[in-house]
């Protein structure tokens, strides 16, 4: 991977424990960057006063953190907007304050899955969750508040920091005769390292504030996914389809999930490649232990 960044600058990544967050940290300190990598521990983005004092110094500022729990979110909504929404905004705030450039992640669950071509980065929103909801709430405080700030919306992150679904599934895979995986939802599963990769390459070529799409190019619904995890995981476990209707879960999940990339294209960066080939490349890492 290539960063794209030639200037050593002063970095502060909030969420820096999270899956996302982890890989954000390795990739620009790469690059050549100052990292500072603040947890939940050690921040709360509720709170204004420290996510100004966090910002202070720093010449770019990713917003990893939030509430990623989506079926809990369904009724913790307020608890869901006060890290997605408000903690989002305290970020922004700040970063605009002592000119900061400010990178927010977001995610498909903005849209209402109801679409069949590529969502672009202007389709309206039309969230069906309170997760999602409160992402939406986040996007406009932090395009409101820091007019130059790059909102990533991403989806079906996996990584080798973190719980996730190639991990579960291999785990699994393990332990049962056969896995049943819903096969009626379509997305583009995404590894973290890509992400903090497409991250570090935007803010480098100093890409103009607005939204953006981080995730892997093609599409494959989870059950084809599953099946790729499992033989990439060298187990000959069956996998069966079922569908969303006999799995039911609190919070609605979007049918389609597929975002385009031509804001990117556009600005000189080049989307991340196939989901099935990055998978390939990925496989060993997020695999590793199991």
């Known amino acids: 991977m290539t960063s794209g960044q030639s200037t050593t600058q002063r970095w502060v990544v909030f969420g820096a424990a999270g899956m996302l967050g982890q890989d954000v940290v390795a990739v620009a300190q790469a690059a050549g960057h100052h ?7 050690d921040l709360d983005i509720t709170d204004a006063s420290a996510v100004r004092d966090a910002v202070a110094g720093h010449d770019v500022v990713v917003n990893c953190a939030g509430w990623t729990a989506v079926d809990d979110a369904e009724t913790h909504e307020a608890d869901a907007f006060a890290a997605n929404a408000t903690g989002a905004a305290h970020v922004a705030r700040a970063a605009a304050a002592s000119g900061a450039r400010m990178v927010h992640v977001s995610t498909d669950y903005v849209f209402d899955g109801d679409g069949t071509e590529p969502y672009p980065e202007d389709a309206p929103v ?13 996007e406009w405080a932090v395009r409101a508040l820091a007019a130059d700030s790059l909102v990533v919306r991403t989806a079906w992150l996996y990584g080798a920091g973190g719980r996730c679904f190639p991990r579960t599934i291999a785990r ?12 009626d939802q379509t997305g583009q599963p995404t590894w ?7 991250i570090v ?13 981080g995730t892997s190019s093609g599409q494959v619904t989870w059950h084809g996914f599953a099946c790729e995890v499992v033989a990439a995981s060298g187990r000959v476990t069956p996998v069966d389809t079922t569908t969303s ?10 049918a389609y999930s597929v975002l385009g990339h031509d804001r990117l294209r ?6 991340i490649g196939d989901w099935a080939d990055r998978w390939k490349a990925a496989a060993p890492t997020v695999l590793a232990g199991l």
């Open 192 to 198: 973290t390292a890509d992400l903090a990769d497409l």
């Open 201 to 213: 390459r935007l803010v480098g070529v100093g890409a103009p504030g607005g939204i953006y799409h």
């Open 35 to 41: 990292v500072t990598g603040l947890r939940r521990a």
């Open 245 to 254: 209707v006999a799995y039911q879960l609190p919070a609605p999940r979007p």
């Open 172 to 183: 699994v895979a393990g332990e049962r005769d056969r896995l049943s995986v819903v096969d």
């Open 126 to 138: 039309s969230p069906r969750s309170a997760y999602g909801r409160t992402k939406v709430a986040g």
């Open 266 to 271: 556009a600005v000189g960066v080049e989307p």
